[in-house]
């Protein structure tokens, strides 16, 4: 059983930074490619980054390029979001995800097979 676990979440003013991290547990993390997604309420949960399992290939949607960057370590079995810039409309859930195949950020939830409880990001203005 895999099993991600997200911290690193909080509340910060727009501008600042946050990164969080994501540690998994359970089977060989190194042959997973991961993602983070986010979520507010009323709306769909969406893909922000992605990234393969050597860590060699990143993705990202439009509105955080520049801004965030994913990484991973495995000797760790962690990945990392370090968002920087933060802006109110980053205010969301934020998962962590493991799935087979890297697909970038066209991937959706179902491409992916684990994920983890979230942790809340609140940007306030």
């Known amino acids: 059983q895999v099993q991600p676990v997200e911290s690193g979440g909080g509340l910060v003013q727009a501008g600042d930074s946050l990164r969080l991290s994501c540690v998994i547990s359970?089977?060989?993390?190194?042959?997973?490619?991961m993602a983070w997604f986010r979520q507010v309420p009323g709306r769909d949960r969406e893909i922000v980054a992605a990234?393969?399992?050597?860590?060699?290939?990143?993705d990202y949607v439009d509105s955080v390029k520049g801004r965030f960057t994913m990484s991973r370590d495995n000797s760790k079995n962690t990945v990392y979001l370090q968002m920087n810039s933060l802006k109110p409309e980053d205010t969301a859930v934020y998962f962590c995800a493991a799935g087979s195949v890297y697909f970038g950020v066209s991937a959706s939830m179902t491409q992916y097979d684990y994920w983890g409880q979230g942790t809340q990001v609140t940007v306030s203005s």
């Open positions: 990234i393969d399992w050597s860590g060699g290939r990143t």
């Open positions: 359970g089977r060989t993390f190194a042959g997973y490619a």
